[in-house]
């Protein structure tokens, strides 16, 4: 085995890969896991996958006979996928058979042919080798070249991979071919590729994109016809002014907005591509409604709100949102409308009540300002210094919200009693909220057994008390 290989694939993938090998071999290892491998790096991807020329219909038989619990035929007609039990990556396999061109035998290389980039058309047959690298993808690699194995003919009868070549620009943070990146631009997706478009974006939003390369990159990938043609609504915006003062559109600032925000200061329950989606989408129903001015002569669109959901929703349709997600949108869109960077403990409390992901509404809301204040040239010092304010009053009020009272202790008050052997006093009160906080660390602490552990170590730790107090 390659050093590379051992080093990026842990004990259990190798074990995988052996048993796989025994059962269905000879295996061929190619995509993700063989890509961040080569690069010395860690296997990152969430799939595994394989190739093998036995038949699948027999790789099937063959894996459910020896202990392998399920196996589903993939999305692709020529695979399998191995489910596996397990949180941590990978939790799939992919088993597919060689692709090969009319007339041509199937074979590692001749799959290889049928890749998209080469940084993915390479594969290592397990364990011992060799490396196949007919189009040089290890040397691109190296170099962060991101080139379509085969130019615009790459694209014939697959084109959402014009979008997964934008995606790896940014995986890799590479330098794209300049011809191959006008064939990604050019590719006009038809509504049936609604879903995988979806999917690719949903990768894209969820890497950091900060390098100035990757924020230009993603700025041209916008331009294309892909983008276009899936997301026409957010192209209207282009007529949107968004300052009576400034040439901005809405959609650009959507876009500016979308840039700006990351993953630093979310917590779990909400994903950082549902955030960018709700930046990208949350003034649509600017374009189809009339433009007025308030009274202090700012732009006005009123009831672009309610359009904006409408316009949301023939998106969700169109990219096959699920229901879930596209509630959650809604509601972080909704929410931004709502809040600004000064709001009360009353509103943020309900937030936190009604299960929104408070942290995530709120940096919407600062990266709209953010954006906002460039358009205006105002200095956005308060502006961040107010939002990391908000972001403290959100972990205040989240413990607050979350912690335990001292009647949801394991243990009462009488049985403190009965352990302490004091009169009632302001001592117990104290011994109560002590032991909140030391069960609000981690709340399967909350036992009666390591509770009565927590009360002896405070009463050694109370010698004042007990050398003024009097046992019962």
């Known amino acids: 085995m390659i050093p590379s290989l051992e080093k990026g694939l842990t004990l259990f993938v190798q074990d995988l890969l052996d048993d796989l090998n025994r059962l269905i071999g000879p295996v061929y290892l190619v995509g993700g896991a063989l890509r961040d491998c080569v690069r010395d790096g860690p296997f990152l991807s969430r799939d595994l996958n394989i190739l093998v020329p036995r038949p699948l219909t027999e790789c099937s038989e063959l894996l459910l006979e020896n202990g392998y619990e399920s196996v589903v035929v ?28 009319p007339g041509q035998k199937p074979t590692i290389t001749e799959d290889l042919r049928h890749r998209d980039i080469t940084a993915n058309a390479m594969a290592y047959k397990w364990p011992d080798g060799p490396l196949y690298d007919p189009f040089d ?15 615009s003919d790459t694209l014939e009868g697959d084109p959402p991979r014009g979008m997964r070549f934008f995606r790896f620009l940014f995986e890799l943070d590479g330098y794209p071919d300049d011809a191959d990146v006008q064939h990604a631009e050019q590719v006009k997706l038809p509504a049936s590729y609604g879903k995988r478009f979806r999917g690719e974006m949903d990768r894209i939003f969820d890497l950091p994109l900060q390098s100035i390369r990757q924020r230009g990159l993603f700025l041209r990938m916008f331009e294309s016809q892909s983008v276009k043609s899936m997301l026409p609504e957010l192209e209207a915006l282009r007529i949107v002014q968004e300052e ?9 600032s959507c876009l500016d907005m979308l840039l700006q925000l990351d993953d630093r200061y979310l917590e779990d329950r909400i994903p950082l591509f549902d955030l960018r989606w709700a930046s990208l989408l949350h003034e649509l129903g600017k374009a189809v409604c009339t433009v007025e001015r308030d009274a202090s002569g700012a732009l006005d669109y009123p009831g672009y709100e309610e359009e904006t959901i409408r316009l949301m929703g023939n998106v969700f349709k169109r990219l096959s949102f699920s229901n879930r997600r596209s509630r959650r949108i809604e509601s ?24 929104v992901p408070m ?21 956005r010092r308060e502006i961040d210094e107010n939002f990391f304010q908000i972001l403290r009053r959100c972990k ?21 009693l009965d352990l302490v052997r004091l009169p009632p006093g302001p001592w117990l009160s104290q011994l109560q909220e002590w032991l909140v906080d030391w069960v609000m660390v981690d709340l399967h602490r909350n036992q009666r ?24």
């Open 396 to 416: 205040v009020l989240r413990k607050e919200l979350s912690r335990i009272s001292s009647h949801e202790l394991a243990l009462s008050g009488g049985d403190m």
């Open 74 to 101: 993939g999305t692709r007609h020529n695979s399998l996928l191995l489910p596996l039990k397990r949180q941590d990556h990978p939790n799939t396999v992919e088993i597919s058979t060689f692709r090969h061109r």
């Open 332 to 355: 972080l869109v909704r929410n931004l409308w709502l809040f600004n960077l000064n709001p009360t403990e009353r509103s943020m409390k309900r937030l936190l009540e009604n299960n």
């Open 244 to 252: 009576s003062d400034n040439s901005a559109d809405a959609r650009q």
């Open 137 to 151: 993808g290890q040397a691109d690699l190296a170099a962060r070249r991101v080139r379509f194995v085969d130019g």
């Open 449 to 472: 057994k390591p509770l009565e552990d927590q009360v002896t170590a405070w009463m050694l730790s109370q010698n004042d008390l007990f050398s003024t107090q009097k046992y019962k």
């Open 359 to 379: 942290e995530g509404v709120f940096q919407l809301v600062w990266s709209k300002c953010r954006v906002h204040a460039n358009l205006k040239s105002v200095d």
